[in-house]
């Protein structure tokens, strides 16, 4: 399987994973004309995409969802409360909504997409397992804390794409007002680095072959710190550690890695 990050972090999130014979994209928080020319990249059209999943309705995560809607006829899958928002807030989504249970597999026939729910501050959020020809791939991000049912998802999979959104110490001592930094440090806001080291390092020991840091915040954390706190968990392990950029693209494809 392959995945291919598109956007990571507060300002969008986007990213294309193909297995099994198809494509589909996780989240549309960029333009569409952006997400237009980054498929345009992998030789792709947004027509030749066999599905949209959305992970909740924040608008890093849908932005450019209503405008390729109108262009393009693709599919969008998200769990109940997640569905309802986008047919009350996305023009002409309606029409192309699917619901999906949480934690009840979607075949995409070769392709099989599995939702779960991911503690955040919205009505309800989800990260999505994928799984095709043996192989998985999974993705949990905008979550304040880990679950069980995260870890279960999670685990096994040779890919993940998860949080390292802050690191504490910048955030505790950054110019954000008292009430944002409560939401961020809440159980229902967002991971640090520190709770990203012991998830990598957990899931790293249940088989994660790559490890991808993705929703870093531009002002509460750096590539260099969450990469150098993430790999201190890492040590005992051969996994492989990436981290997302916020623009530009990141492919990761069994041990290829590519910007």
């Known amino acids: 399987m392959r995945l291919t990050v598109f956007a990571s972090g507060s300002s969008g999130n986007c990213a294309l994973v193909q297995g099994g014979g198809r494509r589909v994209l996780l989240d549309a928080g960029i333009s569409a004309k952006r997400i237009k020319t980054a498929l345009a990249g992998e030789g792709l059209s ?48 309606s029409a192309y909504m699917r619901d999906i249970p949480l934690e009840r597999p979607v075949d995409l026939d070769g392709l099989t997409v599995t939702a779960f729910s991911t503690p955040h501050d919205a009505p309800q959020s989800a990260g999505y397992r994928l799984e095709a020809e043996g192989q998985a791939l999974a993705l949990a991000t905008d979550t304040g804390c880990v679950t069980d049912v995260m870890l279960e998802y999670l685990s096994g999979a040779e890919t993940v794409l998860i949080e390292a959104n802050h690191d504490e110490a910048m955030l505790r001592c950054g110019p954000y007002p008292a009430y944002l930094k409560r939401r961020i440090l809440s159980d229902r806001g967002h991971l640090s680095n520190g709770e990203c080291t012991w998830l990598a390092s957990v899931l790293a020991h249940r088989g994660a072959e790559r490890i991808v840091l993705g929703h870093l915040s531009r002002q509460n954390n750096a590539p260099a710190l969450a990469r150098q706190a993430v790999s201190r968990g890492l040590e005992s392990t051969r996994a492989q550690l990436f981290v997302a950029p916020e623009l530009g693209r990141l492919e990761v494809d069994g041990a290829l890695c590519c910007i």
């Open 46 to 93: 947004p027509d030749g995409l066999d599905g949209i999943f959305i992970t909740h309705e924040h608008s890093d995560h849908i932005a450019g969802l209503a405008v390729l809607l109108k262009q393009f006829p693709v599919p969008v899958y998200a769990p109940g409360m997640v569905a309802e928002a986008l047919r009350r807030s996305v023009p002409g989504a």
